[in-house]
């Protein structure tokens, strides 16, 4: 059980510097709504890690193959993904209301939403789930299948992540008041940018399993 353990630490710790969408999010959020917005956003997106790896450990293998032959589902998750950035990106708000956001007003902040936003923006992302099942199918056997085993696992896994996260936050609220509304609409839009390129990037993971059959079937002309 130790050894599991001191497995699974280096995993957790390492998935929580993955450069994605959620990464950027959780700085902006933390950087923007304060310390307790960032981790209320944070729980929503372990809760989609907690959804995902349940789909992986309980239908692993008809997920791993729906993933595989179906496209489709990278093109909704990237699509989505990318009007979102593009909202982001194109949302105007006057500068004079932008330095409202670097008050401490929590009573102001919609938890809930940020919960929901923090699920769904894991959740859309196929890659995710696809991580999940790969680490399910590649670590599965050596912890011998044992449910205890595997709950424990992926529990320090994801207790690793959000106590590492609780560290971003920590230090990205430093940056708070060194920030201006030009900031603020700077980073806004940086991260529109960068969902869009996100977006893009997971639609495009879409066409892969087309080519692979378009060269096989060349190949055995």
């Given at each position: 059980?130790?050894?599991?353990?001191?497995?699974a630490?280096?995993?957790?710790?390492?998935?929580?510097?993955?450069?994605?969408?959620?990464?950027?999010?959780l700085?902006?959020?933390s950087?923007?709504?304060?310390?307790?917005?960032?981790?209320?956003?944070?729980?929503?997106?372990?809760?989609?890690d907690?959804?995902f790896?349940?789909f992986?450990?309980?239908?692993?293998?008809?997920?791993l193959?729906?993933?595989?032959?179906?496209?489709?589902?990278?093109?909704?998750?990237?699509?989505?993904?990318?009007?979102?950035?593009l909202?982001?990106?194109?949302?105007?708000?006057?500068?004079?209301?932008?330095?409202?956001?670097l008050?401490?007003?929590?009573e102001?902040?919609?938890?809930?939403g940020?919960?929901i936003?923090?699920?769904?923006?894991?959740?859309?992302n196929?890659?995710?789930l696809?991580?999940?099942?790969?680490?399910?199918?590649?670590?599965g056997?050596?912890?011998?299948?044992d449910?205890?085993?595997?709950?424990?696992f992926?529990?320090?896994?994801?207790?690793?992540?959000f106590?590492?996260?609780?560290?971003?936050i920590?230090?990205?609220?430093?940056?708070?008041?060194?920030?201006?509304p030009?900031?603020?609409?700077?980073?806004?839009?940086?991260?529109?940018?960068?969902?869009?390129?996100?977006?893009?990037?997971?639609?495009?993971?879409?066409?892969?399993?087309?080519?692979?059959?378009?060269?096989?079937?060349?190949?055995?002309?």
């Amino acid at each position: 059980m130790i050894e599991d353990i001191l497995t699974a630490i280096p995993i957790g710790f390492g998935l929580a510097f993955m450069i994605g969408p959620v990464f950027f999010m959780l700085i902006q959020t933390s950087i923007l709504k304060g310390a307790r917005a960032a981790i209320i956003f944070d729980v929503g997106v372990i809760l989609a890690d907690i959804v995902f790896i349940l789909f992986a450990y309980y239908g692993s293998h008809k997920v791993l193959l729906k993933i595989k032959d179906d496209p489709n589902l990278f093109f909704i998750g990237g699509g989505i993904l990318f009007v979102y950035g593009l909202r982001i990106f194109l949302q105007k708000k006057a500068i004079k209301n932008t330095i409202n956001e670097l008050g401490d007003l929590p009573e102001k902040n919609n938890y809930f939403g940020l919960f929901i936003k923090g699920f769904f923006l894991n959740f859309i992302n196929v890659g995710v789930l696809t991580f999940w099942l790969l680490l399910i199918v590649g670590i599965g056997p050596s912890l011998d299948m044992d449910e205890s085993r595997i709950f424990w696992f992926f529990t320090v896994i994801l207790i690793a992540y959000f106590i590492t996260d609780i560290g971003k936050i920590v230090l990205a609220k430093q940056l708070r008041k060194k920030l201006t509304p030009n900031v603020i609409l700077k980073i806004k839009r940086g991260m529109g940018i960068l969902l869009m390129i996100f977006g893009l990037a997971l639609i495009s993971k879409g066409f892969i399993p087309q080519e692979r059959m378009d060269n096989f079937i060349e190949n055995r002309r």
